[in-house]
Every structure is written in structure tokens, then in C-alpha cells.
């Protein structure tokens, strides 16, 4: 992909300039079974992973694997997701590295004007094709490598693609230079919070994602799923970004919890470390996965900005009101299964978590969306509602939690012996999207 050049004119000169040095932000993950999941001893259907991006910056990738027992290897497909989600990133960020130069520039008002939307077309050009393509090619690479069992054979659908039993859906975000890259398919949720404690939720809402369907990578254009933010750092100053399934979503009793759980985690950053947070990360998870809370595998990854170090340095945190919105903490569990890595063993005394007052909601679980072309008309505006639903859940196994300062740049390698074959099916059952109905290309 060919990057333009550094532009003249006013704004692009000594602005541009060599990057800056930055220290690296650092990433907490936690991931928690949830209680309905260990009811029925099904697996931990999450997946979590962090890497270094570039040589300055880092990568988090979150994934839930649907539940539906058609989706029989979806853990798999989680994993995949995250795995092939961080390789994919870092060589987005190695294209961005190259050409720093450029995408360091300022305009006069200090945004970053061109570079931004040029960002934004690497994102969607490059980011999400790679990863759409290479989770499909190890799936299917999987799949030959070891068949489907007759057991597993039982719980497909006649006509089900081998990509269904994947299904899974992922998020990410790449902090690199003055850039956090988000890109989201399916639910879940990704808050950002500024140093004033504001809750900003820079990825688009899909209206397709009603809290009763979601959206796949083994749906038929997973492409035009997928939903881009480019924030520019420099411009919007911000001190963490949440990336969570909706176990952890789902967990809160009030809708307008990203603003609550912002204005918490700001006022915890300036007056904690990231050791303490570090231990209460694994309880907030376990507390929300619970039967008290939304009873569904959560796992989160929390990028934390080397900017939360001069709130603590400052002596100030964001809420001023002494501990956050109390009216909205509940006071953490501490899991038996979650032991933080990487950080020292002394225990830390368990203080009021940012989640609100947890309770599991009784709302159905999301299906995967579908879209069938034989039903569409020629003309008007594209159905974006589900002809058929089927309900599936989604659900991890373990219990983690690391703080991640990767020290390598290793780009994992993933098979492809299969060839690179590519699924042309067109779904017709209840559990992802039928059909091509947006074509092969971008969004």
C-alpha cells in the first residue's frame, strides 16, 4: 500500500519533525468464566491478547466466542481472533513507523488533519481485510489439520460452513505514536477516558446491534461489519481505554454506566498505582461474571496512558470528590483463581471497584445477525434486521490477569496450509449472516 508523502504548506514543516520518544502504554487483562457457564461446565469462550505494535506502541485484542452449541468450536475461534488481531496490527503499525514522518504532522490549529483520515484508510484497507482473510484461513487450516468428530458432527447444521463452528466476535485497539486505533465486530464495548474523567466512545454504534443480534467474523461479509475510530491522542487527551466483552456490559444495572465507570477509573489513576489496580482488575472481572452480576464469561483489557502518571505526580484525581462516584462502586470479590502476574506478590487491601451496582439482566442473550438476498427487493435502502434469529450465548474458562510491557516485536505465525482457501458459502441458517448482500468491499 503506497503512503503520500509529507505535504507542503503552512503546518507540515518543523511540525512534522522526528517522532517523539514516548514510553509505551501498559495493558492489565483479566478474564473471568462466567457462573451460568460454569453451571453447565461449558469452556471459557473469551480470548485475550496483547503484543507490542511497532517500536513504541502496543496492541490489545479482546474476543468472545459465540455459545450456541452449532458454534462447538468457537473458543478456538476466540483465540484465533485475538492472535491473528495483534499480527495483523503490528504490521499496520510497522507500516505507520515507516512513514512516521508523515504521520507525525500538525496543522496550525495542532490536529492532525490529513494523516487522521489516512490512518482511518490504512485501518479499514489493510487492518481489517488481513484479519478477516487470516482468521478464515486458520480456521479452515484448523478444521483440516483436525476434523470434525462425529460428536461435533451431531451438533452441526445440514449445509453449515466449518467457519460456523468459529463464530467469534473481536475487538482492538493500538496505541502507537499520537494514535489509538479501534476496531470493533460484534458487541461488546470500548470506552476511552480523558483526564477530566470523561467517558469517550469513539467507535461508531451499528444500529444492527440492538442487544438482541450481533454481528460475526464467520457472518458472509464480515468486512462491512466492522465499525473503525481513529483518535488523535495529541489532540484528545486520554489516560486509559476499556476493551470488554459484554459480559462485562451486560454486568451493570444503569445504561449510562461508561461515564460512571470513566469518572471512577480517572479519580483511581491519580491516586493509585498500577499495582493496585492491578489487583483489583481480577475482582472487577470475577464480580461481573458472577451470579450477582450478568452470569456471563468477561474479560476486559485496560490500556493504561503513560499520561496517568501526572495525575499521580499532580497529587490530583479527576472527580475531586474524595473517592470517585460513590454512589455507583460496589466493594470487589476477590476470586480465588485470580492471581495478578508480573507484579509482586504482596497482597493489596480490596478497595471500592469502579462497577456500578452489578445485577444479572434478564435479557436474551444476542444472536449472530442475518441477511438473506433472496428475500430483498432491488431497491431502497439495505435491510440491516435479522430474517432469522436463533439465540446463541457467549462464554471464556480461565481467570488472568498481566500487566503486558512486551519486549519483543515477534510477529506470531499462524498456518496456512490449507492453501488460503477462501469460504464462498452463503449462510442461510439462524446464527450468523446469509448471503453477500454488500459485495467484497470495504465499508
Given at each position: 500500500m503506497t503512503l503520500p508523502g509529507p505535504a507542503g504548506g503552512p503546518g507540515s514543516g518543523s511540525a512534522a519533525g522526528p517522532p517523539r520518544a514516548k514510553q509505551p502504554w501498559l495493558v492489565l487483562t483479566?478474564?473471568?468464566?462466567g457462573a451460568s457457564h460454569v453451571a453447565i461446565k461449558s469452556p471459557n469462550q473469551d480470548?485475550?491478547?496483547?503484543?507490542r505494535a511497532g517500536t513504541c506502541g502496543i496492541v490489545a485484542a479482546v474476543a468472545d466466542g459465540h455459545g450456541h452449541s452449532r458454534h462447538l468450536r468457537s473458543a478456538r475461534g476466540s483465540r484465533l481472533a485475538v492472535k491473528?488481531?495483534?499480527?495483523a496490527a503490528q504490521q499496520l503499525a510497522d507500516q505507520i513507523e515507516e512513514n512516521s514522518e508523515f504521520f507525525s504532522q500538525r496543522a496550525a490549529d495542532g490536529t492532525a488533519g490529513g494523516p487522521a483520515s489516512e490512518v482511518a484508510r490504512l485501518a479499514?484497507?489493510?487492518l481489517v481485510p488481513a484479519i478477516i482473510e487470516r482468521w478464515r484461513d486458520a480456521a479452515l487450516?484448523?478444521?483440516?489439520?483436525?476434523p470434525f468428530t462425529e460428536a461435533e458432527q451431531g451438533l452441526r447444521h445440514p449445509g453449515d460452513d466449518a467457519l460456523i463452528a468459529y463464530g467469534s466476535t473481536l475487538l482492538i485497539g493500538i496505541a502507537l505514536l499520537d494514535w489509538l486505533i479501534l476496531a470493533q465486530i460484534g458487541d461488546g464495548d470500548v470506552v476511552a477516558v480523558r483526564s477530566d474523567g470523561q467517558a469517550v466512545q469513539p467507535v461508531p454504534d451499528?444500529?444492527?446491534?440492538?442487544?438482541?443480534?450481533?454481528?460475526s467474523l464467520c457472518g458472509a461479509d464480515p468486512q462491512s461489519d466492522f465499525r473503525i475510530a481513529v483518535v488523535d491522542s495529541a489532540h484528545e487527551r486520554l489516560i486509559a481505554v476499556l476493551l470488554a466483552t459484554d459480559g462485562y456490559g451486560n454486568a451493570q444495572v444503569i445504561e449510562a454506566w461508561p461515564g460512571a465507570f470513566s469518572k471512577d477509573l480517572a479519580w483511581m489513576l491519580g491516586e493509585r498505582d498500577l499495582q493496585w489496580l492491578a489487583s483489583q482488575l481480577p475482582a472487577w472481572a470475577a464480580r461481573c461474571a458472577s451470579a450477582d452480576g450478568s452470569a456471563d464469561d468477561t474479560t476486559?483489557?485496560?490500556?493504561?496512558?503513560a499520561a496517568a502518571s501526572v495525575l499521580r505526580a499532580n497529587g490530583a484525581g479527576a472527580t475531586g470528590s474524595g473517592n470517585g462516584s460513590e454512589d455507583t462502586t460496589i466493594p470487589a470479590i476477590r476470586h480465588g483463581d485470580t492471581v495478578p502476574a508480573q507484579i509482586p506478590a504482596e497482597r493489596q487491601p480490596i478497595e471500592p471497584a469502579t462497577m456500578r451496582h452489578l445485577a444479572h439482566r434478564a435479557a436474551p442473550e444476542p444472536v449472530i445477525l442475518e441477511r438473506v438476498a433472496t428475500t430483498r427487493s432491488?431497491?431502497?435502502?439495505?435491510h440491516h434486521g435479522p430474517d432469522t434469529t436463533e439465540l446463541v450465548s457467549h462464554e471464556p474458562e480461565t481467570t488472568e490477569l498481566v500487566i503486558h510491557e512486551p519486549a519483543t516485536n515477534e510477529i506470531p505465525k499462524l498456518p496456512r496450509e490449507h492453501g488460503g482457501a477462501e469460504n464462498k458459502a452463503g449462510w442461510t441458517d439462524d446464527d450468523h449472516r446469509a448471503g453477500d448482500d454488500h459485495g467484497s468491499g470495504g465499508r
Amino acid at each position: 500500500m503506497t503512503l503520500p508523502g509529507p505535504a507542503g504548506g503552512p503546518g507540515s514543516g518543523s511540525a512534522a519533525g522526528p517522532p517523539r520518544a514516548k514510553q509505551p502504554w501498559l495493558v492489565l487483562t483479566a478474564s473471568e468464566r462466567g457462573a451460568s457457564h460454569v453451571a453447565i461446565k461449558s469452556p471459557n469462550q473469551d480470548a485475550v491478547a496483547t503484543e507490542r505494535a511497532g517500536t513504541c506502541g502496543i496492541v490489545a485484542a479482546v474476543a468472545d466466542g459465540h455459545g450456541h452449541s452449532r458454534h462447538l468450536r468457537s473458543a478456538r475461534g476466540s483465540r484465533l481472533a485475538v492472535k491473528i488481531g495483534c499480527q495483523a496490527a503490528q504490521q499496520l503499525a510497522d507500516q505507520i513507523e515507516e512513514n512516521s514522518e508523515f504521520f507525525s504532522q500538525r496543522a496550525a490549529d495542532g490536529t492532525a488533519g490529513g494523516p487522521a483520515s489516512e490512518v482511518a484508510r490504512l485501518a479499514e484497507e489493510f487492518l481489517v481485510p488481513a484479519i478477516i482473510e487470516r482468521w478464515r484461513d486458520a480456521a479452515l487450516a484448523d478444521v483440516e489439520a483436525d476434523p470434525f468428530t462425529e460428536a461435533e458432527q451431531g451438533l452441526r447444521h445440514p449445509g453449515d460452513d466449518a467457519l460456523i463452528a468459529y463464530g467469534s466476535t473481536l475487538l482492538i485497539g493500538i496505541a502507537l505514536l499520537d494514535w489509538l486505533i479501534l476496531a470493533q465486530i460484534g458487541d461488546g464495548d470500548v470506552v476511552a477516558v480523558r483526564s477530566d474523567g470523561q467517558a469517550v466512545q469513539p467507535v461508531p454504534d451499528d444500529p444492527q446491534l440492538d442487544g438482541l443480534v450481533t454481528t460475526s467474523l464467520c457472518g458472509a461479509d464480515p468486512q462491512s461489519d466492522f465499525r473503525i475510530a481513529v483518535v488523535d491522542s495529541a489532540h484528545e487527551r486520554l489516560i486509559a481505554v476499556l476493551l470488554a466483552t459484554d459480559g462485562y456490559g451486560n454486568a451493570q444495572v444503569i445504561e449510562a454506566w461508561p461515564g460512571a465507570f470513566s469518572k471512577d477509573l480517572a479519580w483511581m489513576l491519580g491516586e493509585r498505582d498500577l499495582q493496585w489496580l492491578a489487583s483489583q482488575l481480577p475482582a472487577w472481572a470475577a464480580r461481573c461474571a458472577s451470579a450477582d452480576g450478568s452470569a456471563d464469561d468477561t474479560t476486559v483489557a485496560l490500556l493504561v496512558s503513560a499520561a496517568a502518571s501526572v495525575l499521580r505526580a499532580n497529587g490530583a484525581g479527576a472527580t475531586g470528590s474524595g473517592n470517585g462516584s460513590e454512589d455507583t462502586t460496589i466493594p470487589a470479590i476477590r476470586h480465588g483463581d485470580t492471581v495478578p502476574a508480573q507484579i509482586p506478590a504482596e497482597r493489596q487491601p480490596i478497595e471500592p471497584a469502579t462497577m456500578r451496582h452489578l445485577a444479572h439482566r434478564a435479557a436474551p442473550e444476542p444472536v449472530i445477525l442475518e441477511r438473506v438476498a433472496t428475500t430483498r427487493s432491488g431497491d431502497g435502502p439495505a435491510h440491516h434486521g435479522p430474517d432469522t434469529t436463533e439465540l446463541v450465548s457467549h462464554e471464556p474458562e480461565t481467570t488472568e490477569l498481566v500487566i503486558h510491557e512486551p519486549a519483543t516485536n515477534e510477529i506470531p505465525k499462524l498456518p496456512r496450509e490449507h492453501g488460503g482457501a477462501e469460504n464462498k458459502a452463503g449462510w442461510t441458517d439462524d446464527d450468523h449472516r446469509a448471503g453477500d448482500d454488500h459485495g467484497s468491499g470495504g465499508r
